[in-house]
Nanobody, 112 residues
Framework: QMQLVESGGGLVEPGGSLRLSCAAS????????MNWYRQSPGKQREWLAS???????RYADSVKGRFTISRDNAENTLYLQMNSLKPEDTAVYLC??????WGQGTQVTVSS
């Protein structure tokens, strides 16, 4: 069964850091492009970062310089390191493998 499971979300103060994980099963994280998105209430789903099968990463302007996407092929896991978090980063964060396989999301709340 192909599945993605996100984890690592939580409550963090502004300026803090979190590392999100997206554990894959039934697929290989290195076999296809993978992406991170986020979804806030009342807003469109926002693309944040991608990493292709060759390891090339791209970022949305809103997170460039603060977030880093990476993957561990041995652990079959995608990561999103998030630094200098802001209240506006509060959202459900989701990973996607290829064009259509999504995880269920993990909640990130940035608040003092």
């Amino acid at each position: 069964q192909m599945q993605l499971v996100e984890s690592g979300g939580g409550l963090v103060e502004p300026g803090g850091s979190l590392r999100l994980s997206c554990a894959a099963s039934g697929i290989s994280v290195s076999a296809n492009a993978m992406n991170w998105y986020r979804q806030s209430p009342g807003k469109q789903r926002e693309w944040l970062a991608s990493i292709n099968s060759g390891g090339f990463a791209r970022y949305a302007d809103s997170v460039k310089g603060r977030f880093t996407i990476s993957r561990d092929n041995a652990e079959n896991t995608l990561y999103l390191q998030m630094n200098s978090l802001k209240p506006e980063d509060t959202a459900v964060y989701l990973c996607r493998w290829g064009p259509a396989l999504w995880g269920q999301g993990t909640q990130v709340t940035v608040s003092s």
